[in-house]
């Protein structure tokens, strides 16, 4: 009997010992001599894991580059099947695996996100291995994905928020690559996507080295590594692209897009926001959350109360790549009510800016905390919370305790943050897309988005 509590004793000891370490941020190295962030999670229940891999991407910044190619390729490598699985059969067989591979691009990265139980990590790495290293260029495969994309491209050129919003990035980015990446312009690109413009792609940017990567989820730090390893050992080496220094262009302005067949009328502000590599981001999240909190909050008041109106608004933030970020507010109104609405939100962002009433600020805040430490619970979205913020040069370590640093923020931190670092309401840009070209009298109007250069 006592040789028997001695055993049980070790055995509930050594399992203490692995749970001391669940949810606790490392940065480890592969066998190979790979550094990689890694947060194991031993919680019954949890069966998943997520690896997670940004490729530093250079080609939204060079002018020569078709603009369309990394969607197109970033959706064929890993669906594109292999030399023996058809695409079909891949997605079949990750299916009946409860698996996922999701290749994605951002203007500066390229990021893979692999998600697999762990009963499965031998079959799935060994068949995204494959995808990444020798992707199946097949040109009906191809079409496919062009032609998707192309549908997309058309459906989202139909609304008049997005027409509006390539406004906004044309003016404050300017024409250039990065813009011809992120709005599309010349939707032709999509159909003169090549198979060597494809293999360019891949060849220059999914390497082995020059990545950062995160894993998670229920597994080892020996399985992590070795998995880490399998996946990127056959890849080609490859240089970290330069990025080169754009000057985005914030100076306030007032344009209108006139749309003759637009069904509605559209309002947008936008400004400058410091980049999420300086920290603050959390701040501005809870800042702009509470500006535009549904109910009771300022934008809502205003738009409710002293418009009469039934349409809503909100307020976040965005980025265009990694330096650029920008807070918007937007939402629809009333065409014969822009002009009125246009000088009444900018009032009220700025005396929310200057002098913000926290009234229900607690409650909010407690609300936001407590749903972001829930979404975080999550193996796929804790992968890439530790890889942003690796991304950012900042702590991973802060991925699982993200909702306990957003209770943390106080109501000085917020008042402090909106006064440096959010622009004055004069300092907006402005815009507007509307079926009146009169709606908003001393605005610059334009009838065609390439027009935005005329505006002073």
């Given at each position: ?11 509930l000891?050594l ?5 001391e ?9 592969t ?11 031993y ?13 530093p991407?250079g080609?939204?910044?060079e ?7 990394p969607y197109?390729a970033?959706e ?10 058809a ?18 691009t ?12 762990k009963e ?6 060994s068949?995204?291995?494959?995808m990444l290293t020798t ?29 509006m ?5 044309l003016?404050v980015?300017?024409?250039?690559p ?6 599309l312009?010349?939707l ?29 989820g229920?597994?080892?730090?020996e399985?992590a590594?070795?998995?880490?390893d ?13 990025t080169?220094d ?11 897009l ?9 309002l947008?502000?936008?400004g ?10 959390l701040?501005?999240l ?8 549904q109910?009771?909050?300022p934008?809502?008041?205003a ?7 039934s ?10 790549d990694?330096?650029i970020?920008i ?24 005396t929310?800016?200057?002098a ?5 600020f ?5 609300g ?10 999550y193996?796929?979205?804790a992968?890439?919370?530790?890889l942003e ?10 991925a699982?305790?993200v ?7 106080t109501q ?27 709606a908003?009298p001393?605005?610059c109007?334009?009838?065609k988005?390439?027009q935005v250069?005329?505006?002073?």
């Open positions: 009997m006592k040789y028997i509590l001695i055993v049980c004793a070790l055995i000891s399992v203490a010992c692995q749970k370490g669940s949810r606790e941020v490392v940065l480890a190295e066998p190979d001599g790979r550094p990689f962030h890694f947060m194991p999670i919680e019954d229940g949890v069966t998943d894991i997520t690896i997670t891999i940004a490729w991407m080609w939204a910044y002018r020569e580059n078709n603009p369309a190619v197109v970033a064929v490598i890993l669906s594109g099947g292999t030399s023996e699985l695409p079909q059969e891949v997605m079949e067989l990750f299916n009946d695996k409860n698996s996922r591979g999701h290749l994605y951002s203007a500066s990265h390229a990021v893979g996100e692999l998600s697999f139980p499965h990590i031998e079959d799935f790495v068949i995204a291995s494959e992707p199946q260029f097949d040109p009906a495969w191809i079409g496919r994905i062009k032609q998707g994309l192309l549908t997309n491209q058309n459906t989202n050129r139909s609304q008049t928020a997005n027409q919003w390539a406004v906004a990035r003016a980015l300017g024409e250039g990065l813009n011809n990446f992120l709005s312009p010349d032709t690109k999509i159909d003169t996507v090549s198979v060597d413009d494809l293999r360019r792609w891949h060849t220059e940017t999914i390497v082995q080295n020059t990545v950062t990567i995160s894993v998670t229920a597994i080892s730090l399985d590594g070795n998995a880490v399998k996946l990127l050992a056959a890849l080609p080496k490859g240089q970290t692209p330069e080169p754009i000057r985005p262009d914030f100076s306030p302005k007032t344009i209108l006139h749309l003759p067949n637009a069904e509605k009328t559209t947008g502000f936008i400058q926001l410091p980049p999420t590599s300086e920290g603050g981001d701040v501005d809870l800042a702009l959350s509470f500006f535009g909190r109910g009771n909050g934008l809502f008041e738009v409710r109360t002293d418009l009469r109106a349409y809503g608004f909100h307020a976040g933030y965005t980025n265009y990694r330096a970020r807070m918007l507010v937007t939402g629809e109104v009333e065409t014969a009510k822009l002009a009125q609405a246009t000088d009444l939100i900018r009032e009220t962002y700025e929310f800016r200057i913000p009433d926290f009234t229900g607690e409650a909010l805040q407690k936001m905390a407590e749903q972001t430490t829930k979404q975080v619970s193996v796929n979205v992968a890439r919370t530790m913020l690796a991304l950012d040069a900042r702590d991973p370590a802060d699982p305790r909702g306990d640093l957003l209770a943390n923020v000085q931190e917020v008042k402090e943050r909106l006064v440096s670092s959010f622009p004055p309401g004069d300092d907006l840009i402005v815009l507007a897309a509307s079926p009146d070209a009169s908003l001393g605005a109007i334009i009838t988005i390439e250069a005329t505006c002073p």
